[in-house]
């Protein structure tokens, strides 16, 4: 079976996706900046600064997955952190360019991940992947940077697909894991007023979007990576209530507050981005999980 090099696949993603390929047959790999060939799946290394990759990796590589990059959540956006999240991303895919076009890979497809943080604040828009990029914000900004660094990769004439991904449900990561959490003390908050859209996708059904992106050849290019019923950040709330089947009080964090103290990283979550799944639905993807409620309950029972 052919071989899957993923780098970043010791994250959320990655480790669902490398699941799912080896229950498919696939030969995984990882590439990680920590070498460990004796894990679960063989991790071998790169050095984004010093340019370097293991090369064996890349040369029993079928297919290369790029899912690195660091955490746009985890830390406060200071300048240095904003270089760190576009220059990993960046980075990353231009090392792979270069090994690319030097034929040092025998590779068929380069497949990476992008977001939907591409289009920004939009309303109520449905947003396809032709529209134009949102024009005021990091997410924008940072997601324009790392789609142009992909572009080039596609460029060398390599099968190139990406997906801009909404936010990833999974109990074990993730916006879902925090939204979670304060129904612990049998309270559910939104933000603002929550009617702002959140664009979401359960975990399942990312991985097999990448799975389908290797399988089929006729995939190239951008497509948003989310189910086909976006919701509004209050149902999503209400939504995880009745998943858990728990009383809970509902309310509100104000917008302004959020501001205050999160400054512009509050754009994660009070931006409005209600992406279409049509693109991905005309490619023959269908999707377990189309719906909120159910795709929620099954990540509480399986624990995913
Ligand atoms: N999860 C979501 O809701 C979501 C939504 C939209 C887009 N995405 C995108 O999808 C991709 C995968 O998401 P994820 O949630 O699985 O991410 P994740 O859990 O944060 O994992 C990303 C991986 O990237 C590597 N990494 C971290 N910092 C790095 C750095 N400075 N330089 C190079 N590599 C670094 C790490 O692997 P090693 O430690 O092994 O090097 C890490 O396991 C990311 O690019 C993310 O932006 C995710």
């Given at each position: 079976m052919p071989t899957i090099l993923i780098a970043g696949g010791t994250g959320l993603l990655g480790t669902r996706l490398s699941k799912l390929l080896r229950e498919r047959n696939y030969h995984v790999l990882h590439l990680s900046r920590k070498r460990n060939l004796s894990a679960e799946y063989p991790a071998y290394q790169w050095d984004l600064d010093k340019k370097l990759i293991e090369v064996e990796a890349l040369e029993q590589t079928d297919f290369i997955i790029n899912l690195a990059g660091?955490?746009?959540?985890?830390?406060?956006?200071?300048p240095a952190r904003k270089k760190l999240i576009i220059e990993s991303r960046v980075n990353s895919t231009l090392l792979f360019k270069s090994f690319i076009e030097e034929k040092r890979t025998p590779a068929k497809a380069f497949i990476s991940a992008s977001a939907i943080?591409?289009?920004g604040n939009r309303g109520e828009q449905l947003l396809k992947e032709n529209d134009p990029s949102?024009?005021?914000?990091?997410l924008p900004k940072s997601v324009v940077a790392w789609e142009k660094s992909i572009d080039a990769v596609a460029d060398t004439g390599i099968r190139t697909v990406a997906f801009r991904i909404g936010i990833v449900l999974s109990t074990k990561g993730g916006a879902l894991q925090k939204m979670l959490l304060p129904f612990r003390f049998f309270n559910g908050t939104y933000f603002g007023n929550g009617s702002m859209f959140y664009s979401w996708i359960h975990i399942d059904d990312m991985a097999r979007m990448f799975v389908e992106a290797i399988e089929n050849e006729q995939y190239s290019g951008y497509y948003n990576g989310v189910a086909p019923a976006p919701a509004t950040n209050k149902k999503i709330v209400l939504n995880c209530k009745e998943a858990l089947g728990k009383p809970a009080i509902l309310t509100s964090a104000p917008a302004f507050l959020l501001r205050a103290v999160m400054?512009?990283?509050?754009d994660m979550i009070l931006d409005s981005t209600r992406v279409s799944a049509e693109k991905v639905q005309s490619m023959g993807f269908q999707f377990?999980?189309?719906?909120l409620l159910p795709a929620i309950k099954d990540l509480l029972e399986r624990k995913m």
């Open positions: 660091a955490a746009v959540a985890d830390a406060r956006w200071t943080g591409y289009y949102g024009a005021i914000g990091f400054g512009e990283m509050a377990q999980f189309p719906e």
